[in-house]
């Protein structure tokens, strides 16, 4: 017996020897949101406590993510199956990090902002978790298929949680979702695939290893055409968007927070890394047709967002307004639109989960999401002014006022794309103006006016239904008055990305 438990402690000091130091905390992203959704519906049946201890992973990762800031984790690579060339990588560095802290903040947002109310609780958060933990790995992979597994993982339960807690047209949204996302990641799949046998270092799909293939011209432009289809449809770009504005306008409050703010955003990191990072000789071939989309879909957006009568539709279609400017600053590729590009991607983010926050606040004490039915909200007495003053600030955000933090995205982005495609920036500076127009008309109709007196007894928000709105709102000021808190962390990695490419000799020579 003596010797058997010798062997055994033998074995365990040796497998520790192993682990590099700091591994283990990368680990403790994944795990906890796997842990708690698995056992959560055992150790627990009521909603409230079943919501406590959903929020407990996403304020790990939060203090976790924070801490890294200073004290960066080593990377872990494991194999897996070798066979495939599929390792566990992972791995942060100024791409990946913000947006797992930006993951964090949206997930706990939106499980506070979830209702008591919401029928199957024990399914609920779970499926919230699978998100959060799919949105976690791909931002930490450091392999390629590991990133196309997690980007599916992601496609299962947030279909289930606009099919079962979704809108009166759930059922349609959901499909939609389902079809758009699975023919996303299948063709994702495929360039992922053609990576790893035209990788001259062997099966390898480490980002480390492709980003250094050197791959030659010709397949290069043509992988870039799968990447911009299956990120794109992601985003989404126009006309690639059928999807977004049915799927935003039923899911329910605190998915649609998640799914804006944080899912989205896997179609922008994506194209930073497999097509700038990867492709880059493709990239400059297709630039002028991504700036040229990237300003259709802005000014697309932000006119369908003028037209809407429905409050959620009218934030729908402003998301593909603002994922168009993104589009023009990743076109540029100089090293401040790509500044700019982060700065959006986490701006926007926190905006995005604002105004659906607060518009799903509106509608749960109204009854109506048409902004025909609704007026005075601002009213001291009878509406609801602490909810409209925080969309104010949202909707500010959102039309680029200076010192919130929509204003330090769209200064970088316009900035850095304007000697490189001057007429696409032209046009996104255009449909920024359409952007004001919409929010200060939409505002004026809902926030000012007299009240109806037969619909005007809503009850008013509470301290506990606020709060989420209250914090992304601190955060979006916080990201205009400290601008470097968009910027500061990506700025190495997005500078040794980025093509300086004005253009012209440079298509010459791949041509």
């Known amino acids: 017996m003596a010797v058997k438990a ?8 040796i497998y520790l020897h192993h682990i590099p130091k700091m591994n283990s905390m990368l680990i403790v992203l994944l795990i906890i949101p796997l842990l708690i959704g698995l056992l959560q519906p055992l150790i627990a049946s009521d909603s409230k406590k079943l919501r406590s201890i959903a929020a407990v992973a996403p304020s790990i990762q939060l203090c976790l993510g924070i801490w890294f800031l200073k004290n960066p984790p080593d990377s872990i690579s494991i194999e897996w199956l070798p066979q495939l060339g599929l390792k566990l990588e992972l791995g942060v560095d100024g791409l990946s990090l913000p947006l797992v802290i930006l993951t964090a ?9 979830s ?15 699978s998100v959060n933990l799919g949105l976690i790995t791909a931002f930490l992979a450091q392999n390629a298929l590991l990133f196309v597994l997690a980007y599916e993982l992601i496609l299962i339960p947030t279909t289930l949680l606009v099919a079962i807690w979704g809108g009166s047209q759930r059922a349609g949204a959901a499909i939609r979702f389902l079809i758009y996302g699975a023919i996303s990641g299948v063709i994702l799949l495929g360039v992922v695939l053609c990576f790893g046998w035209l990788n001259r270092s062997g099966l390898n799909f480490s980002y480390s290893s492709l980003s250094q293939a050197s791959l030659p011209f010709n397949q290069q432009r043509w992988l870039l055409i799968g990447v911009l289809v299956a990120f794109c449809l992601k985003l989404p770009i126009v006309p690639l968007h059928g999807w977004q504005p049915k799927t935003y306008s039923q899911a329910p409050t605190p998915v649609v927070m998640l799914m804006s703010g944080a899912v989205s955003k896997m179609g922008a990191y994506g194209l930073l890394r497999f097509g700038l990072e990867f492709l880059p000789d493709g990239w400059v071939y297709w630039s002028p047709l991504i700036a040229t989309l990237g ?23 402003s998301s593909i307004g603002h994922m168009g400017m993104l589009m ?21 983010g926190l905006i995005i989960a604002l105004l659906f926050n607060l518009v799903g606040l509106i509608e749960l004490k109204t009854g109506t999401r048409s902004i025909a039915e609704l007026s005075g909200l601002m009213n001291p007495q009878r509406g609801l002014p602490f909810t409209s003053s925080l969309l104010l600030i949202g909707l500010m955000a959102a039309a680029g006022v200076p010192g919130l933090a929509g204003f330090v995205a769209e200064l970088l982005i316009f900035e850095g794309s304007w000697k490189v495609f001057p007429w696409p920036t032209l046009a996104c500076l255009l449909a920024s103006g359409f952007t004001a127009v919409y929010a200060v008309r939409f505002f004026n109709r809902v926030g000012f006016g007299r009240l109806d007196p037969a619909r005007a007894n809503w009850v008013s928000t509470t301290w506990g239904e ?10 979006v000021l916080f990201g205009g008055i400290w601008p470097s808190s968009l910027t500061g962390i990506s700025e190495a990695t997005t500078a040794h990305i980025a093509i300086s490419n004005t253009s012209t000799n440079q298509l010459e020579q791949l041509s």
Do not use: W
Request: hydrophobic share 60%; aromatic share 6%; net charge positive.
């Open 295 to 317: 300003a259709f879909s802005a000014i697309y957006g932000a006119l369908n967002a003028i037209a809407q009568k429905d409050i959620r539709l009218l934030i729908a279609y």
């Open 466 to 475: 606020r709060l989420p709105a209250l914090i992304l709102s601190l955060l």
């Open 328 to 348: 023009l600053a990743l076109a540029a590729a100089t090293t401040l639109s790509l500044q700019g590009v982060m700065a959006q991607m986490l701006a926007h």
């Open 105 to 113: 903040i949206l997930t706990l947002l939106a499980i506070c902002a």
């Open 115 to 129: 209702q008591l109310e919401y029928v199957r609780p024990r399914l609920y958060y779970p499926l919230l978790l």
């Open 6 to 13: 010798l062997n055994a402690q033998q074995i365990i000091l």
